[in-house]
């Protein structure tokens, strides 16, 4: 599995960005799929993930009720919908495949794509 993540960029402190993650391949509804993030310094992070069929999903805390991730398996794409930004949301943005259920740890997933980078000002 190929995995392309976009849709990061500059916004304020209070705005919505929505993050998108386009996987190649047949076999994408076969995999959970998690959100990743790393600011400059700081250890990769979970952010949140959603199970094969798009049912069950779990957040880190610090997004909890502000960022909503789904997916779509027809079109191969996972999304990270994001509001109420902080400035502590700046980071790179992972978007990752993997096989067990809504795992937070970043050895869980197998692929990952290359990336996102979202900056919020203050």
């Known amino acids: 599995v190929q995995l392309q993540a976009s849709g990061g960029g500059l916004v304020q402190a209070g705005g919505s960005l929505r993050l998108s993650c386009a996987a190649s391949?047949?076999?994408?509804?076969?995999?959970?799929m998690g959100w990743f993030r790393q600011a400059p310094g700081k250890e990769c992070e979970f952010v949140a993930a959603?199970?094969?069929?798009?049912?069950?999903?779990y957040y880190a805390d610090s997004v909890k009720g502000r960022f909503t991730i789904s997916r779509d398996n027809a079109k191969n794409t996972v999304y990270l919908q994001m509001n109420s930004l902080k400035p502590e949301d700046t980071a790179v943005y992972y978007c990752?495949?993997?096989?067990?259920?809504?795992?937070?740890?970043?050895?869980?997933?197998?692929?990952w794509g290359q990336g996102t980078q979202v900056t919020v000002s203050s």
């Open positions: 391949g047949r076999t994408f509804s076969s995999y959970t």
């Open positions: 990752a495949a993997g096989n067990l259920l809504l795992s937070t740890l970043t050895k869980d997933y197998t692929y």
């Open positions: 959603i199970s094969r069929n798009g049912v069950s999903t």
